[in-house]
Structure formats: structure tokens, C-alpha cells
């Protein structure tokens, strides 16, 4: 990996923590996720790209969600259902140790994250440029029929991304 794409990867890292961390943002992308199949590292990309005025498109995003498949669908969903089913009560599994599993494997999906978030870093940009909140309808529209929770969601995120 060159220095520029590690720095690439490292500046879309921080930048989506950052992000994450704004408010209303976590809820948009885990309803976005949740509700409608997006993926929150395409999101998060999107946003970045329009941040550092290159925006991306339809194409583009698209071209980001079908990169990151495997990812998604061998290492990313399994680790969250782990986590997510170690949140409810195991019996004669001790709360704390239960507690102390959650947050190991968070910490993993976590880096299973930065690491996705670094291939889409490393995509090459097609052309293929729109607004952001139109970008995000055209990626949302192909994964499932737009409601008035997806386009707060897009809002949240165009509003905050600027």
C-alpha cells in the first residue's frame, strides 16, 4: 500500500468517526442500514467524497456497495449478529463476562470496518458526480423502495456532511 493510500484510508477513518459521532448521524446510517440494506461504510464514504468536494454518484456508490459484498455479507454481519446476540441475557454466562465479550467483539467489527472503509478509499473515482442527497436517493433506490424515514435520513446526512 502507497503512503497516499494509507493516508487516504487513515483521513476517510477519522473522518467517518467523526461523523458517526455527530448527532442524528448514527441513527440515520443504522436506519438506513437497518430498514433499507444500505451499507453504513458506503454511506459514510459518500459523505467523505462530498467533504472533500469529489463527490461521488449513483455509479459510484454503487460501484462502492458491490466492493464491499464480502466484507458485508462473511465478515461484517456475522460479527454484528454476535455481538447483537450477546447483548441478551445468556444463562450461566456472568453479566460482566458477557459485557467484556460484547466490547471484544465490537473492538473487531470495528477494525473490520476500517478495513472497508480503507478499500473504498482506495476506489478509483469514475466521473460519475451528483449532489449528495441525490447520490444517496439513487444508491438507497436500488436497494429498496425510498419512505419518509430514508429521506430524513438522507437530509441528516447532507446536512451534516457540508
Not at 468536494?53 to 464491499?68: I, K, T, V
Not at 461484517?76 to 446476540?85: A, E, F, Q, T
Not at 449528495?132 to 433506490?141: E, F, Q, S, V
Request: glycine content about 6%.
Amino acid at each position: 500500500m502507497s503512503p497516499s493510500t494509507k493516508s487516504s484510508g487513515d483521513e476517510l477513518w477519522r473522518y467517518a468517526v467523526a461523523l458517526y459521532g455527530r448527532e442524528r448521524v448514527a441513527e440515520a446510517c443504522l436506519t438506513l442500514q437497518n430498514d433499507f440494506g444500505a451499507d453504513v461504510a458506503v454511506l459514510l464514504y459518500a459523505c467523505w467524497r462530498w467533504h472533500e468536494q469529489r463527490p461521488a454518484g449513483e455509479r459510484e456508490l454503487w460501484a462502492a456497495h458491490c466492493r464491499l459484498d464480502a466484507v458485508r455479507e462473511r465478515i461484517l454481519r456475522p460479527l454484528r449478529g454476535l455481538r447483537v446476540d450477546w447483548k441478551l441475557a445468556v444463562d450461566g454466562v456472568p453479566r460482566g463476562e458477557q459485557r467484556a465479550l460484547r466490547e471484544q467483539l465490537l473492538e473487531v467489527e470495528l477494525q473490520a470496518e476500517r478495513i472497508a472503509l480503507g478499500m473504498l478509499a482506495r476506489l478509483e473515482p469514475n466521473g460519475d458526480e451528483a449532489l449528495l442527497p441525490d447520490a444517496l436517493r439513487a444508491y438507497l433506490g436500488r436497494l429498496a423502495v425510498l419512505d419518509r424515514a430514508a429521506e430524513d435520513a438522507v437530509e441528516v446526512l447532507a446536512c451534516v456532511s457540508r
